[in-house]
């Protein structure tokens, strides 16, 4: 029998371009055995699953029976601790949002002044989550969470205290801190439970954490003008943001003792298999693929829609429909409500049925419709707050999920950390558009209701445009990768073993003595785009705050 072309590694082929004399048989060999788990993980719909693999070949079974035997109660207590660290980080998020109107009126600052407010935690986290990850991988979870929490309860301590002095750059350094921490802290989390969860346990424990998030906001969103009412001083709020912080933070020390008392009744082999990660290669980034670069537009474009809208959606309730701030900030809070209810339904949705493209396309279309129904009509704005809450449950889901099926499992931290990076890039410029055009809208129509018709015909648009993104995806993931992303859980299997030797070769090409011949030209694009933008946003973050 004649030998495929897969298996020779010196003839050149479209799949396979001729590889250097030097990168033998055997290393391309080798290099296929590193990564065969890759294989077996794509096919139940989920990268990083090593579990099946491990289970029906044996290779983990002194691992697998210590972690189950010796590490389970252990296992809860880490569950519940990385939920809960947290919890601080998205109760403070959108507090400031809620107070908004407040907030403008007490620091003596312009909407513009407000998205540069905004701004400072996604401009700071349009590199902090790649950063994290590197510094993660190095020093672990453990130091890596216990600066996070530290960060972030200092942030709010300085929060607090600016309300006092009604200083804006008091309050602009403690949004800094703040930032440094929050960007942190959910790598932090994913990071441990992929560690500590394996196969459909990780799919549900990723979508217990999306769900424990959306509580904690939408809490926020609900108690910060009571609260603040409550006590006559608006700066209360951002106190009780403190004090959550502080309960995030011990939880965080709980964990780590948790953690010290594992290494010191762990045999030696168990602990090396939990510090074994897959080695990324760098040089893997200029091998993504275009169906990659294209979900991380979608990150820009959907994704920083999202968080600037959750910033603007309790001002925009007040104003445009006429309601006092108790009662926007709690309408707001609805924008948060569906995915607390169908992130869950909604893994194991994916996981059986797939449809990730159509779930994305329908996710953006629901944006946009949200926009043009709060931003232009008069129905109830609880109707489009809910249409704009399912939009938030369908697609970070389908996108990440996507991601971890179209990367080898060695490079998907640095992936899922570059769609971080290019949604909060989006956030920040958006945020700081956003405020000019609320501004001229003032000038233009004064202070009323109709003062955010430019925002929410901006916000249209930029619906209208990610939706376009979207059907890109789906075409290309049709005809291009065989519908692996569409596909449900029966026609998985086959769909990835036809993209397999794809997904595979990324790998091989980064390995080679003479990769950069096979590094494609047009990946650089999109990386010095995503590096320009990055820029773009930092000096109008600049322009803005000064």
Not at 26 to 51: F, K, M, P, Q
Not at 149 to 174: D, E, K, P, R, Y
Not at 343 to 369: A, E, I, N
Request: proline letters at 3%; aromatic letters at 10%; charged letters at 15%.
């Amino acid at each position: 029998m004649g030998r495929s072309s897969e298996d020779s590694p010196n003839r050149s082929t479209p799949d396979q371009p001729l590889l250097s004399d030097e990168f033998s048989r055997s290393t391309l060999n080798t290099l296929r055995s590193s990564y065969s788990d890759v294989t077996t993980s794509i096919e139940h719909g989920e990268a990083r699953r090593r579990l099946s693999s491990a289970s029906s070949s044996g290779d983990l079974t002194e691992f697998e029976r210590a972690w189950n035997q010796q590490q389970r109660g252990f296992q809860v207590l880490a569950l519940v601790c990385t939920l809960l660290i947290s919890v601080g980080s998205h109760y403070s998020a959108h507090t400031l949002g809620a107070l908004k109107s407040t907030v403008k009126k007490e620091l003596e600052i312009t909407n513009t002044q407000y998205g540069a407010l905004q701004s400072t935690v996604s401009a700071v986290n349009t590199v902090l989550p790649i950063l994290g990850g590197l510094y993660i991988d190095a020093c672990g979870t453990n130091k890596g969470s216990l600066i996070a929490t530290s960060l972030i309860m200092l942030g709010n301590l300085i929060i607090s205290i600016s309300t006092h002095m009604q200083s804006f750059s008091t309050m602009v350094a403690g949004r800094i801190l703040y930032g440094l921490g929050s960007g942190s802290i959910t790598v932090v989390q994913e990071t441990i439970l992929g560690s500590w969860f394996k196969g459909k346990g990780l799919a549900i424990t990723i979508a217990v954490q999306i769900t424990t998030s959306r509580i904690a906001s939408f809490l926020s969103m609900g108690t910060a003008i009571p609260i603040a009412n409550r006590f006559g001083f608006y700066g209360a709020a951002f106190w009780a943001n403190f004090v959550v912080c502080a309960l995030s933070f011990g939880i965080n020390l709980v964990y780590i003792g948790a953690m010290r008392r594992i290494h010191r009744n762990t045999s030696p082999q168990v602990l090396e298999r939990l510090r074994t990660k897959h080695k990324f290669n760098p040089r893997l980034v200029l091998f993504f693929f275009g169906i990659y670069w294209m979900i991380i537009v979608e990150s820009f474009t959907l994704g920083g829609g999202w968080n600037s809208f959750l910033h603007i959606n309790s001002e925009l309730v007040k104003l445009r429909f006429g309601v006092n701030d108790a009662i926007a900030a709690w309408s707001a809070s609805v924008s948060q409500i569906m995915p607390i209810f169908l992130v869950p339904f909604l893994g194991w949705f994916f996981d059986q049925y797939g449809l990730r493209t159509d779930m994305l396309v329908v996710s953006t279309s629901m944006f946009t419709f949200s926009m043009i129904m709060l931003g232009f009509t008069k129905v109830n704005p609880l109707v489009g707050l809910v249409v704009f809450s399912i939009s938030l449950a369908l697609g970070p889901l389908a996108e990440i999920t996507a991601i971890s099926l179209i990367l080898p499992s060695s490079s998907l931290g640095t992936g899922l950390g570059i769609y971080k990076s290019a949604m909060n890039t989006g956030s920040t410029i958006v945020d700081i558009v956003v405020g000019v055009l609320q501004d001229r809208g003032s000038r233009v129509l004064e202070d009323t209701e109709h003062s955010y018709d430019y925002v929410m015909a901006f916000f249209a648009a930029w619906g209208a445009l990610s939706t376009l993104v979207a059907g890109t995806i789906f075409l290309v993931d049709r005809f291009k990768w065989n519908s692996l992303l569409r596909s449900n859980a029966a026609n998985r299997k086959e769909a990835y073993h036809m993209a397999k030797a794809k997904i595979n070769r990324p790998m091989l090409y980064a390995t080679a003595p003479n990769w950069r011949e096979y590094a494609p030209l047009w990946n650089y694009i999109p990386l010095a785009t995503l590096g320009v933008l990055l820029v773009t946003s930092w000096i109008l973050f600049a322009i803005k705050l000064a």
